[in-house]
């Protein structure tokens, strides 16, 4: 439970309203702004003051959250607000590269506000529960003062001063999501292309995706020791050969291999670099270039 304060939120899509829905709930006094104002209605209903201006948000808290589109929503936003937001928190909860969280921290912080930078790794009904986690990084005095009230939204794991390591951090954790989703997709049209309905084979794909997450923990040990070579059981040379399968069978099937075609191509790389008998962990040292 947060400690009642009070608290702004600009941006009112399905994040910023659950967000500021879920700070109504805790008790705390929310101010919201929305480009559409309608999007503000409902909020206003259930008790949140609505601000005219975004300089009439930033006023009227010392923490301001920001869920926007993207970081050029938040430049419009942002722009011409003048000493409004000096000694203001400001958590930008909007997803956004690295270059731009940089440009947003520098800007805001020559303009005296403190600057954290959030990611969200949750979709809006899993606001407020345990399945929540959000990643912050940036003015670490900033997150302490607010760490009670963002408490509300769920986990809250600090990263570091440096504006851009959850920003980073999040694209990386949505780049094992898409991953994820994406081998499911692709392998459920394969399977699909002989007749399985995707509710039929979920029963293999779900307990086999299950199983393979158990391979992580060796993984992160082979990458952190660099040491692709140790007590290989599935040869890189070996999967290349099912990859390969994967890449023709598609395109045989009538399916679409641009999903799988990536990780031949970095499959291929490792084997012409005299890696085959290395575990598939390897490949991360061709992503890296190497
Ligand atoms: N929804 C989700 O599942 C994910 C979960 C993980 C985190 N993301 C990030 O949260 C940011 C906002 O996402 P969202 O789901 O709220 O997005 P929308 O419902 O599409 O709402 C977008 C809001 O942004 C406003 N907006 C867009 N462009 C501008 C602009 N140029 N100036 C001012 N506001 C702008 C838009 O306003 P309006 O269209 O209603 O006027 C909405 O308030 C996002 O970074 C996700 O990656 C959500």
């Known amino acids: 439970m947060s400690k009642a304060k009070s608290i702004s939120v600009i941006g009112l899509g399905a994040m910023g309203t659950t967000l500021a829905g879920a700070l109504i709930d805790t008790g705390n006094t929310v101010t919201v702004w929305n480009r559409t104002p309608a999007r503000a209605d409902a909020l206003a209903a259930r008790g949140a003051s609505r601000a005219e201006t975004v ?9 301001v959250i920001l869920c926007l589109t993207d970081y050029p929503a938040v430049d419009a936003t942002l722009a011409d607000l003048g000493a409004a937001i000096a000694g203001k928190t400001i958590v930008n909860l909007t997803n956004g590269r690295p270059d731009e969280v940089r440009a947003i921290a520098a800007r805001l912080g020559e303009q005296g506000a403190r600057y954290l930078d959030g990611g969200i790794m949750a979709t809006p009904p899993m606001i407020g529960t345990p399945h929540a986690f959000i990643l912050y990084s940036g003015d670490r005095a900033a997150f302490e003062d607010a760490e009670a009230l963002l408490a509300t939204f769920g986990q809250s794991h600090y990263l570091g001063e440096d ?17 994820l989703f994406g081998g499911y997709l692709h392998a459920t049209a394969l399977a699909g292309s002989v007749g399985f309905t995707a509710k039929q084979f979920l029963p293999l794909v779900e307990p086999w995706l299950a199983a393979m997450m158990t391979a992580l923990p060796d993984y992160a040990e082979r990458i952190d020791s660099g040491e692709h070579a140790r007590d290989v059981m599935s040869n890189l040379q070996m999967q290349s050969v099912a990859i390969g399968n994967i890449v023709a069978a598609s395109r045989s099937q009538g399916i679409d291999p641009a999903f799988m075609e990536p990780i031949e191509r ?8 005299g890696f085959g008998n290395d575990e598939a962990s390897g490949i991360i040292e061709a992503m890296r270039g190497k």
């Open 163 to 179: 504006p851009v390591l959850a920003a980073v951090s999040d694209l990386a954790l949505l780049s094992a999501m898409y991953g």
């Open 266 to 273: 970095l499959a291929k790389k490792r084997l012409a670099a």
């Open 55 to 63: 300089t009439e948000a930033i006023a009227a808290s010392d923490v």
